[in-house]
């Protein structure tokens, strides 16, 4: 059956409420983790992005690196391109934490100009994050996370002018 637009992106925001419906943010309030996928798709959103399918992948974008979602399930159920766009922000399980973020780093510049985009509106909402840091963060450890999320976001300007100006003010907000 054909859906429209609205719907396949409704139904990405079910899906993704539901696979991630036991988990939280790190924040003192202990968030519902699904505020921050909604959070990265707004922001692109906001920027001009208009791309269903792209606006999906933000949504789903945590969905294979942090609960049991596999690739053929997002294929199946949203389609190759979605998968793949989620595929290429998704750290490598595999490898322990320190070296997937060296590696997110040193990535970021090769990735499609769409991941590009998610991954920005993706630091863009951590950083916007880190006015309520993670509970037990110590200010040297919120420093270290926001230069994380510069190197990241050094790899992904230039796509969409509006989303480098919200990393900059985000950025901004926190000094
Ligand atoms: P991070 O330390 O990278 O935690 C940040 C991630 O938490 C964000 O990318 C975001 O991920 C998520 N998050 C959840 N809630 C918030 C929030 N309120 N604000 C901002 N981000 C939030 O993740 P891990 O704890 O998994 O990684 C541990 C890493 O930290 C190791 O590499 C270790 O070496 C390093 N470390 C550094 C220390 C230091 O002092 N510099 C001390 C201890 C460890 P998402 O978008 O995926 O939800
Ligand atoms: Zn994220």
Request: hydrophobic letters at 40%; one cysteine or more; proline letters at 3%.
């Given at each position: 059956t054909i859906m429209t637009d609205t719907a396949r992106l409704l139904e990405a925001a079910s899906f993704a409420a539901d696979r991630h419906r036991d988990q939280r943010r790190k924040d003192v309030d202990a968030t519902p983790y699904i505020n921050h996928p909604l959070d990265v798709a707004r922001i692109l959103a906001d920027a001009g992005v208009s791309d269903v399918e792209v606006l999906m992948a933000a949504i789903l974008h945590d969905t294979i690196e942090d609960t049991k979602t596999t690739a053929e399930e997002l294929t199946e159920r949203f389609g190759e391109r979605v998968c793949s766009l989620v595929l290429e922000v998704t750290?490598?399980?595999?490898?322990p934490k320190l070296e997937r973020k060296r590696l997110q780093v040193l990535k970021a510049s090769t990735k499609s100009a769409d991941a590009k985009q998610i991954k920005m509106a993706d630091k863009i909402s951590n950083l916007r994050d880190?006015?309520?840091?993670?509970?037990?963060?110590?200010e040297a450890r919120v420093g270290a996370y926001i230069q994380f999320a510069e190197m990241v976001a050094g790899g992904c300007v230039g796509v969409n002018p509006a989303l480098d100006r919200m990393f900059d003010d985000a950025r901004m907000a926190l000094s």
């Amino acid at each position: 059956t054909i859906m429209t637009d609205t719907a396949r992106l409704l139904e990405a925001a079910s899906f993704a409420a539901d696979r991630h419906r036991d988990q939280r943010r790190k924040d003192v309030d202990a968030t519902p983790y699904i505020n921050h996928p909604l959070d990265v798709a707004r922001i692109l959103a906001d920027a001009g992005v208009s791309d269903v399918e792209v606006l999906m992948a933000a949504i789903l974008h945590d969905t294979i690196e942090d609960t049991k979602t596999t690739a053929e399930e997002l294929t199946e159920r949203f389609g190759e391109r979605v998968c793949s766009l989620v595929l290429e922000v998704t750290d490598d399980k595999n490898l322990p934490k320190l070296e997937r973020k060296r590696l997110q780093v040193l990535k970021a510049s090769t990735k499609s100009a769409d991941a590009k985009q998610i991954k920005m509106a993706d630091k863009i909402s951590n950083l916007r994050d880190l006015k309520t840091p993670p509970v037990g963060w110590s200010e040297a450890r919120v420093g270290a996370y926001i230069q994380f999320a510069e190197m990241v976001a050094g790899g992904c300007v230039g796509v969409n002018p509006a989303l480098d100006r919200m990393f900059d003010d985000a950025r901004m907000a926190l000094s």
